[in-house]
């Protein structure tokens, strides 16, 4: 069997899970959200640090040794259950553009600072708003609302971390770098990806409005958070006035739709 297939399985319960919400899953993230200790298991949000952490260690729960972004019971159901599923789904992207050009400009250790303090914000933004990092790209970060996690609530949920992050940018003006904001609903194939001994590594999301998310954050002015007008449709809220079609969008034929949250900077 090759490892595409390993991992092109078990379709029903992977929606259940990031669609509609798997039952025995939401139990634990109900429980295991309450319990204080940062950072916490993408899967079933157990602590692993602090007090929650201690708890959960004493029930035989804990970071995986193998793979540290999930706990040793919810690493061992990827490695069992590996697969995915079409799901529509809210997403956020946070690029660092010219990182290059930035890092040359600065020393090591402070552009490392700049890095960790937006990563150290945009976890601050998902734990208010239910979110999870899905993936670190470079100097980027890849945020995730799957319904089943949030009740349905996806679009809502993004929505609002697009608000709290153009507060945030607010806040930061006078030392942020040259950063892209974009929040878009699409369906995704969300599922296991496997590394290169074939053992299940983590999740990932992949398709056409990934993509589209990217280019949208590509297209930001500093200062501003896009969210695509389908992500207000899709939360029920009207679609605000100041809307702008965007154009020249590589690769994208039909580019969307955008409402534009915050002030741009004009010194960045």
Not at 64 to 81: I, T, V
Not at 97 to 114: G, M
Not at 205 to 230: H, Q, T
């Amino acid at each position: 069997m090759t490892e595409l297939a390993k991992q092109d399985g078990n379709t029903e319960l992977w929606y259940t899970v990031f669609a509609q919400g798997h039952p025995v899953l939401a139990s634990k993230q109900r429980r295991y959200s309450m319990l204080p200790g940062a950072p916490r298991c993408k899967l079933c949000e157990a602590p692993f640090g602090g007090a929650g952490g201690f708890v959960m260690r004493m029930t035989g729960l804990h970071q995986s040794n193998r793979n540290p972004h999930y706990c040793n019971k919810c690493d061992g159901f990827l490695g069992a259950f590996p697969g995915g599923a079409e799901v529509p789904m809210a997403m956020m992207m946070i690029d660092i553009r010219n990182s290059v050009e930035l890092s040359a400009k600065t020393s090591p250790k402070d552009f490392a600072r700049l890095v960790m303090a937006m990563r150290s914000d945009v976890h601050e933004l998902l734990d208010k708003t239910d979110g999870f990092v899905l993936e670190y790209q470079g100097d980027s970060v890849f945020a995730v609302w799957p319904p089943g996690f949030v009740n349905g609530k996806h679009c809502e949920k993004a929505i609002q971390a697009a608000e709290l992050a153009a507060r945030m940018t607010a806040r930061r003006s006078h030392q942020m770098a040259d950063v892209g904001m974009a929040v878009h609903t699409g369906t995704v194939y969300i599922g296991t990806v496997a590394d290169v001994a074939g053992n299940m590594s983590g999740i990932s999301a992949f398709g056409y409005d990934v993509n589209l998310l990217a280019r949208m954050a590509g297209a930001a002015r500093p200062g501003e958070v896009l969210v695509s007008a389908a992500t207000y449709q899709g939360a029920g809220r009207p679609v605000p006035a100041q809307t702008r079609q965007l154009e020249n969008l590589k690769g994208i034929e039909n580019p969307p739709e955008v409402v534009s949250l915050g002030q741009p900077l004009l010194h960045a």
